[in-house]
C-alpha cells in the first residue's frame, strides 16, 4: 500500500531533482528577471523623481480651481 502511495505522488509531482526543477522555473526566473531590470532599472537611475510626492503646482488660470487654505481655520460662511 505504500509502495502504491509513493509512486502516486511521485508520478504527480512537478520535477524529480533539482535539474528538472531549475529547467521548470529558470525560463520563468530570466523573464521576471529581465522584467525587473526593465522596469525598476530606470527607477533606481532617476533616483524614483518621477514617483516622489511633489506638490502640485498652482495654475492661477485654471477654470476649475479651489482656493487652498493653509490656516487652520474655516472659511467664512456665504450668505
Given at each position: 500500500?505504500?509502495?502504491?502511495?509513493?509512486?502516486?505522488?511521485?508520478?504527480?509531482?512537478?520535477?524529480?531533482?533539482?535539474?528538472?526543477?531549475?529547467?521548470?522555473?529558470?525560463?520563468?526566473?530570466?523573464?521576471?528577471?529581465a522584467g525587473a531590470v526593465l522596469v525598476i532599472g530606470p527607477v533606481v537611475r532617476g533616483q524614483g523623481d518621477r514617483y516622489s510626492a511633489h506638490p502640485a503646482a498652482a495654475d492661477p488660470g485654471a477654470a476649475n480651481s479651489d482656493p487652498v487654505t493653509t490656516s487652520d481655520e474655516s472659511p467664512a460662511p456665504v450668505t
Open positions: 500500500m505504500h509502495h502504491a502511495l509513493a509512486q502516486a505522488l511521485l508520478a504527480h509531482t512537478m520535477a524529480q531533482s533539482a535539474l528538472e526543477l531549475l529547467a521548470l522555473i529558470g525560463p520563468f526566473a530570466i523573464i521576471f528577471g
